[in-house]
C-alpha cells in the first residue's frame, strides 16, 4: 500500500531519550525548557527572531485574526485547506473568497482590489502547496486600502521568498507542525510576526491571557504546546534537510518521468526556494483525474483530492461561482510524496499514470511548465548517490 504522505519518524531511541528527560523534570507542558528550546532551535533555523510555537494550526490562524483585531470581511482564497476558511466564520467574520490565478493556484491580486468594500479588514491568503502569494502585489493592495495580511503558510515550512524565510512576510504568518506536514510535532504550529507588540499580545493569548499571578492583561485562549510534542520537533529538526532533499529529489524523478502526461503542474517561481511539499497534478478533465485515481487505486496506491471542494461551497458560507477555482479544485490531486517512497514505487506510480492516458514514449507533449527546469537542474544529484533518509531507497 502506498499512501499520499507518510510522517517521519525519528528513531525510538532518540525520542526516548527526550521522554526520559520529561520524567526527570517532571515538568510537562506550561512553556517547559523543550517548548523553549525547540522555538529558540527553530528561529535559529528559520533565520528569524519572532514566533511563538502554538497547539496547531488551526489555533494559530484564530490568534492571528483575534490579535489583529478583525472585524467585518475577510478577503480569502477559496482554494485551501478548510480551516483558512472556517477559522474566519470561526472569529465572527464574513470570509469574502476572491478567485484564484490558473498557474500557481494562489488568489489572483488583480481581482483582489474589485473584492474591497467598506467592511472589508484583511486578506487571509494560503500559500498553496508551499508555493508563494504574489506577497508584493498583495502587500501594495493591503497598503492602499489600510488593509492587514494574514499569510496561512501551513505548507511552506523550508520556502524561502527574497532570501527571507516566506514566515517574514504579512502582518501575520501562521504555520502547521501537524504529523502529515512536511516537519512536524505530532499536533502543532506557530505564529510569526515582526510586529513586537503583536507578538506579546499573541503571547499572552496563547496563555490565556496571564500577565503575571492572578493578572489577565488580555482576553486569552489555551494555545500552547507541551514537552512531548516538543520533543519530536527536536528529534525531527535534525532531519529536515534531508527530507528537504529528499522531496526535491522525488519531485524532480516525477517531473522527468511525468512529462510526457497531458497534465499541468503547478507553476513555481523560484525553484530554489521550494519545499516540495506536495506533487499535485492538474488534469484536463476531472473525469481523467478520476480514472487516474481508480486505476491508481486498483494497486493500493492513495492519491488524495486535495483541494477539493472549493471553500466557496461551505455549507457555512456564501456561496459564490469561482470559475478558475471551481474548475481546478475538480480536476487536481496530489500523487504519493514522503521521505521513504522509493524510487521503484515511484516509477510504478508514474507508469500507471502513463498507462491510463495511453501516454507513450512518442507522444512527447513540448514542456510548458517548470518540471524540466527543477529536473534539468538537479539531474547531475539524481545520477549522484541518493540521499539516505532512515535507510530508504
Ligand atoms: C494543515 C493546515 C491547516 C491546519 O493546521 P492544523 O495544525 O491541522 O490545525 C490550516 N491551513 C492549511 C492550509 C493546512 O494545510
Not at 466557496?312 to 478558475?324: D, E, F, R
Request: a neutral charge; glycine letters at 4%.
Amino acid at each position: 500500500m502506498i499512501p499520499v504522505t507518510k510522517p517521519f519518524l525519528p528513531s525510538e531511541k532518540e525520542f526516548k531519550s527526550y521522554v526520559k528527560s520529561i520524567w526527570e523534570r517532571q515538568w510537562l507542558t506550561n512553556n517547559g525548557p523543550l517548548v523553549n528550546t525547540l522555538e529558540l532551535k527553530l528561529k535559529e533555523y528559520l533565520g528569524l527572531n519572532h514566533m511563538l510555537y502554538v497547539s496547531n494550526g488551526t489555533v494559530a490562524l484564530q490568534l492571528a485574526i483575534k490579535a489583529l483585531e478583525l472585524s467585518g470581511e475577510i478577503i480569502t482564497t477559496p482554494f485551501s485547506f478548510v480551516a483558512t476558511t472556517s477559522t474566519i466564520v470561526w472569529q465572527g467574520c464574513k470570509p469574502v473568497f476572491v478567485d484564484i490565478d490558473p498557474e500557481t493556484f494562489n488568489i489572483d491580486p488583480d481581482k483582489i482590489e474589485a473584492a474591497i468594500t467598506p467592511q472589508t479588514s484583511a486578506i487571509l491568503a494560503t500559500h498553496v502547496y508551499g508555493t508563494p502569494c504574489d506577497i508584493d502585489a498583495i502587500q501594495q493592495i493591503a497598503d492602499r486600502n489600510g488593509l492587514k495580511v494574514i499569510y496561512d503558510a501551513a505548507h511552506c515550512f523550508g520556502t524561502r521568498y527574497k532570501n527571507k524565510s516566506i514566515f517574514e512576510y504579512g502582518d501575520i504568518s501562521t504555520t502547521s507542525f501537524h504529523s502529515t506536514k512536511l516537519f512536524h510535532t505530532i499536533e502543532g504550529g506557530a505564529v510569526f510576526t515582526r510586529q513586537p507588540d503583536l507578538l506579546k499580545k499573541m503571547a499572552l493569548m496563547r496563555n490565556f491571557g496571564y500577565s503575571g499571578v492572578d493578572t489577565f492583561s488580555e482576553q486569552g485562549i489555551n494555545a500552547k504546546n507541551c514537552e512531548f510534542h516538543a520533543a519530536m520537533g527536536l528529534c525531527n529538526l535534525p532531519h529536515i534537510d534531508e527530507i528537504l532533499r529528499k522531496r526535491k529529489y522525488l519531485s524532480a524523478h516525477y517531473m522527468l518521468r511525468l512529462n510526457k502526461l497531458d497534465v499541468q503542474f503547478q507553476k513555481l517561481q523560484n525553484i530554489d526556494d521550494y519545499n516540495y511539499a506536495y506533487f499535485p497534478i492538474l488534469f484536463k478533465s476531472e473525469e481523467l483525474m478520476k480514472e487516474s485515481m481508480q486505476k491508481l487505486e486498483l494497486a493500493q496506491i492513495y492519491c488524495r483530492r486535495y483541494f477539493y471542494p472549493s471553500l466557496s461551497t461551505l455549507p457555512y458560507v456564501k456561496n459564490v461561482a469561482m470559475p478558475v477555482c471551481d474548475s481546478i479544485a475538480s480536476r487536481i490531486m496530489c500523487i504519493p510524496l514522503y521521505h521513504t517512497l522509493t524510487l521503484a514505487d515511484l516509477d510504478m506510480i508514474c507508469r500507471l499514470l502513463l498507462r491510463a492516458q495511453n501516454s507513450d514514449e512518442g507522444k512527447a507533449l513540448e514542456s510548458k511548465h517548470f518540471g524540466m527546469l527543477i529536473a534539468d537542474q538537479i539531474e547531475s544529484e539524481i545520477n549522484t548517490e541518493p540521499v539516505k533518509v532512515n535507510g530508504s531507497i
